[in-house]
């Protein structure tokens, strides 16, 4: 079965410091999509980004980026210049072949003045 | 960005009746549609998918006599809540989207609330 685990249920970090959140996901497929989408009070789902698992580069979003290492079937989240308006639950999401995506526990993140 | 639009946002209904939730793609023909449940504090659960034109492939452990699923068009699918219970009480999320390689897009959600 395709799985992904976010082993941090919390974080909290300093505003304009950086924070990393961690997932990792178990699957045999070659070809498929991982994604970290936020979740903010509003409960509105908006993709923060997107990784192909054949590009070997990392994706960057302005201050979001992340660490893919395909071997190890980790793909972290590293959010720099943490602002207020970070406050989400943040989920690491996988999507297969057959088009389902499939979402980790989510990490709740608070980004302090 | 592509917009998906989903209704109601919030629905109070007595146990025992139906409940029906509309999720349209504004600007885009979405060929595949899924439906998400979403507990407090906890992640999107997978119910189903809903391919247009055709029967909906339900995940284990999900109702489908509970949970109908209707993908009549490229642009809604919808989903029905029969005869609801208490314990349906739940937040509902859809998203939309294209080709595996696309990026899904999600509705707002709708709170349903089973009195």
């Known amino acids: 079965a395709q799985t992904v685990t976010q082993s941090q249920p919390e974080m909290s970090v300093q505003e304009a410091e950086t924070v990393t959140l961690s997932c990792t996901y178990d699957?045999?497929?070659?070809?498929?999509?991982l994604f970290w989408y936020k979740q903010p009070p509003s409960r509105q789902m908006i993709l923060v980004i997107r990784?192909?698992?054949?590009?070997?580069q990392n994706a960057t979003e302005n201050r979001f980026s992340v660490n893919f290492q395909k071997a190890a079937k980790s793909f972290s989240l590293k959010i720099s210049d943490s602002q207020l308006g970070d406050t989400a639950m943040y989920f690491c999401a996988f999507r297969n072949q057959g088009g389902k995506l499939i979402f980790g526990q989510g990490t709740e993140l608070s980004v302090k003045p | 960005g592509a917009v998906v639009s989903q209704h109601p946002s919030r629905v109070i209904c007595k146990s025992g009746t139906s409940v029906k939730i509309e999720c349209r793609s504004l600007?885009?023909?979405?060929?595949?549609m899924f439906w998400y449940r979403q507990f407090p504090k906890q992640s999107l659960m997978l119910m189903a998918t809903?391919?247009?034109?055709?029967?909906?492939?339900?995940e284990q452990g999900v109702e489908k006599d509970k949970f109908l699923i209707n993908h009549a068009s490229l642009t809604l699918s919808t989903l029905t809540v029969t005869s609801a219970h208490p314990e349906d009480s739940s937040f509902y999320i859809c998203?939309?989207?294209?080709?595996?390689?696309?990026?899904?897009?999600f509705g707002s959600g709708t709170q349903l609330s089973v009195l």
């Open positions: 990784q192909e698992a054949y590009k070997q």
């Open positions: 600007d885009f023909q979405a060929t595949t």
């Open positions: 998203s939309a989207g294209g080709t595996t390689n696309e990026k899904l897009f």
């Open positions: 699957t045999s497929e070659s070809n498929y999509y």
């Open positions: 809903s391919n247009e034109g055709s029967k909906a492939t339900y």
